[in-house]
């Protein structure tokens, strides 16, 4: 297992195409992120420290700020099921799809759903699954993982994902961004308005007031 690894690392390394895509992915984003820090109304030493500080409170006393989330959930009008293992969790999906009879599922960023599965599972049980974060339609196409929690698409270059679009959408070959992020669009909207179900991680629970 650790030999296969270190094989990977090697060919990852190796790979000029995956180390361009990774670098110009890398000089945009700490440039992005300096231009926000710039806009912040404070510190942004002492705002991390404040999140720093609600993380530990919250896994301190996860179980009450669990409950405390259900509750107000469900005054909202939200269905909470809780489950203990990644199987449990992928069947109440299924069992929600196959009660609603439904067929297209489309899905927003989730790395839990990575995590237990989820999509080959749906998959498997005859569901239409598309990912509709622009990334990780993108991986999806390819068939493969997310290679990034934020951005699963980080290890293509735009060359790479113009002959992809070419392949599987139809797009004239380009490298244009602009346009490959248009007719994305005008496939995913289409999956919006047709889709049967939608499926959506959490970036943040609320346990003051049940909001996701």
Do not use: C, W
């Not at 009660?99 to 599965?117: C, F, H, L």
């Amino acid at each position: 297992m650790v030999s296969t690894f270190y094989q990977k690392i090697r060919l990852a390394l190796s790979d000029q195409t995956l180390q361009t895509a990774l670098d110009n992915n890398a000089e945009r984003r700490n440039t992005a992120r300096q231009t926000v820090y710039q806009s912040l109304p404070q510190n942004i030493q002492l705002m991390r420290q404040k999140a720093h500080a609600v993380r530990a409170e919250v896994i301190e006393r996860l179980d009450h700020y669990l409950e405390l989330f259900i509750q107000n959930a469900q005054k909202n009008g939200f269905i909470v099921h809780r489950t203990e293992t990644a199987q449990q969790a992928v069947q109440v999906i299924l069992d929600i799809a196959t009660n609603r009879q439904a067929r297209r599922i489309a899905k927003s960023k989730s790395m839990v759903s990575e995590e237990i599965e989820l999509n080959p599972a749906l998959e498997k049980a005859g569901f239409e699954v598309i990912e509709t974060d622009l990334g990780e339609y993108i991986v999806q196409l390819r068939q493969e993982h997310p290679a990034h929690i934020i951005t699963p698409a980080v290890h293509l270059t735009r060359q790479q994902v113009g002959q992809l679009f070419h392949e599987k959408l139809g797009l004239p070959l380009t490298e244009d961004v602009p346009t490959m992020t248009a007719t994305a669009r005008r496939v995913l909207r289409e999956v919006f308005l047709t889709a049967d179900i939608g499926l959506s991680g959490v970036n943040f629970g609320v346990a003051e007031n049940g909001v996701i």
